[in-house]
């Protein structure tokens, strides 16, 4: 029987090993995010068309749409805006719903209307609403240099940073679109015999690529094909435009090339500097952290090759909250095994509040692991949740090892059979105070909507580490028990001391607190109809002072928000100058408020 404890206890320890250097892994390892990663039912889709008027906007492109798509099935709203070059539709489905289903819906009604779409219309965009594609990071470039320069340096930046694998989209904001100016002169077109028709028709046809074919001998197959794509000014000016046998007339002779940039349709400044924003946004459950830093790394080592000049600001970076938070709960679990041991070193000993004390962070590092199966990333409310159970997840451990400490001064002094006996007799009561605690958040899981997917995580991670902190109680805590308890004279020397303790007048501290207990106690089981209906008046009474005289309810509480975002609205047809104008005196107010460190500003219509 001895040998059978003995091998149970190094197998059990080793098992305990294992959990510990698992889920220290796990818990380096695991994503972490701003927000849980949920789906909004709602879905975006976007149609664009050159310069054509909010009216015709809304007959030739929005309501053919709106025609089509109002027969997905699922729809719960549909609401659409019409403007000077486009519109949008917003389709807001039931929640709970799927969406790569209803992605796919909204897809092929979009398919089948777009051939009735103007010829010159874009192509719709459909998109869904996701909280993970939101940026996580926004980077300001901005610096003494020209601002061809800067562009071109935010171009190469980006493609690096697209690069990045957990990188799933970068957005560049107060970046000009480059485009090529060809200036016709017409008397010199006419002088030649040309027309500036003659001179569009040459730049068409010459500025193509066309695939030949396959070439196949004897040898091998090979694939052919004409390049004619322009890649710098010279091949445009050395471009023919006509030619016979004595001359021929190239397009540098008739017009000018310019390099240029298309029409300005927004700005964007750093803290007043004209700036390119770079606005990140990562894919779903890559590790925020990791990416964040990956990102500045490859900025910052960019920078240092492509220009000096040029400066760097970073704006929204979800990584400082997430670590914040992680800190915090590092810093609570330590605390919390701190006050564990100094109340129950008070209370019961030394070697149980070690014991007792362990259950905390193994409690942790099991639960990691069970997270990490379900795939469960780090976020705001798994953070919240575990820092929530610091404080339950000890009750089973206490309960076992205050047995089996009191069957050691009742004089049992067989370590093996005390703990062994403890988890036997306290398995019901453990079993039963943690499956109440489990009852009462196991319904959330079923939560409906959005705000049911957004804290599911809040009853999956407890009823994780509850769940572990079962297991610690009932097999990992006995089996360190019979550890610490080292020999027979530890045991009878901490009982001998708790006497001495108690005949030094500790006996009058826990009877005065015991005394006032057991009074309350029996005068409530005395009174059990009172008690009862008293309970029951006190529940209905808060409820309705509540209702009174509380201050009603919400389902966020106001905080302190680390971001804030001014969004301007002004009447009449203002052009992109004048709405600078505008953003520029707001930017000088803000600018001066002594709480705003940074501020980024975009203004006009920004892609």
């Known amino acids: ?79 659409s805006t019409s403007y000077l070059g486009g519109g949008n539709i917003i389709l807001e489905f039931d929640a709970g719903f799927e969406s790569k ?30 909280l993970s594609r939101f940026p996580v990071l926004a980077v300001a470039l ?145 590790n925020i952290i990791d990416t964040i830093q990956k990102i500045k790394d490859v900025i910052s080592g960019d920078i240092k090759a492509l220009n000096k000049n040029i400066k760097v600001d970073y704006f929204q970076d979800e990584s400082n ?16 095994v701190i006050l564990v041991l100094i109340i129950i070193v008070y209370w019961m000993g030394f070697k149980p509040a070690i014991i007792v004390s362990l259950s905390i962070p193994g409690s942790f590092l099991l639960s990691m692991i069970l997270l990490s199966a379900i795939g469960v990333t780090i976020n705001v409310v798994v ?12 009750d089973g451990a206490i309960i076992v090892v205050e047995y089996a400490n009191r069957r050691a001064l009742e004089g049992d002094s067989d370590k093996k059979s005390i703990y062994i006996l403890a988890a036997q007799k306290m398995s019901r009561p453990v079993i039963a105070s943690t499956l109440t605690t489990l009852a009462a958040f196991f319904p959330l899981i079923f939560w409906p909507g959005i705000a049911g997917e957004f804290m599911f995580y809040l009853p999956v991670t407890l009823l994780t580490i509850l769940t572990s902190s079962l297991v610690m109680a009932l097999i990992f805590i006995p089996t360190l028990g ?31 607190i015991q005394g006032r207990y057991i009074f309350l106690l029996r005068m409530v089981l005395l009174n059990p109809i009172k008690i009862v209906f008293g309970t029951l008046f006190l529940l209905i009474s808060i409820q309705i002072i509540y209702l009174n005289l509380g201050k009603g309810f919400e389902f966020f509480p106001p905080i302190e928000p680390d971001y804030a975002e001014i969004v301007v609205h002004a009447r009449g047809n203002l052009s992109v100058y004048d709405k600078d104008k505008i953003i520029k005196k707001i930017e000088k107010i803000t600018l001066n408020t002594k709480f705003v460190s940074n501020i980024y500003s975009k203004s006009g219509v920004l892609p």
Request: cysteine-free.
């Open 101 to 130: 289903i209803a992605l796919n819906d909204v897809r092929v009604k979009v398919d089948l209307i777009e051939n009735k779409l103007p010829q010159e219309t874009k192509s719709p965009r459909v998109s869904e609403i996701n």
């Open 142 to 286: 901005y610096g003494n240099l020209d601002e061809r320069l800067l562009i071109e340096i935010s171009k190469k930046i980006k493609e690096k940073l697209e690069g990045i694998s957990e990188v799933l989209e970068v957005k560049t904001i107060g970046a000009r679109e480059r485009q090529i100016e060809i200036l016709v002169d017409p008397l010199t077109v006419k002088n030649y015999g040309l027309t500036a028709t003659d001179v569009l028709e040459s730049i068409k046809k010459a500025n193509i690529l066309i695939p030949a074919g396959t070439l196949t001998n004897q040898t091998g197959s090979f694939n052919i094909r004409v390049p004619g794509l322009f890649k710098e000014i010279e091949d445009l000016l050395n471009l023919p435009i006509k030619s016979n046998e004595i001359s021929s007339a190239k397009l540098g002779d008739l017009a000018e090339v310019v390099d240029s940039f298309k029409i300005r349709e927004g700005f964007a400044r750093n803290n007043g500097e004209s700036a390119v924003i770079l606005e990140v946004s990562k894919r779903s459950g890559e």
């Open 482 to 512: 019979i550890i610490f308890n080292s020999n027979e004279k530890d045991l009878i020397t901490e009982k001998n001391k708790n006497i001495g303790l108690l005949e030094a007048g500790s006996l009058n501290q826990i009877k005065g």
């Open 383 to 394: 953070l919240f949740s575990l820092i929530l159970s610091v404080g339950i997840l000890i």
């Open 1 to 79: 029987m001895l040998k059978k404890i003995l091998l149970s206890t190094k197998t059990i320890l080793t098992l305990l090993f294992f959990i510990i250097v698992y889920g220290l892994y796990t818990y380096s390892s695991l994503p972490r995010e701003a927000d849980p990663d949920i789906s909004l039912p709602v879905i975006y889709v976007s149609v664009s068309h050159t310069g054509i008027s909010p009216n015709d906007s809304e007959r030739l492109l929005i309501k053919p749409l709106e025609r089509e798509l109002k027969k997905i099935e699922g729809l719960k709203k549909m609401s």
């Open 321 to 336: 909250s997430i670590n914040s938070m992680i800190s915090d709960l590092e810093n609570n679990v330590i605390l919390a």
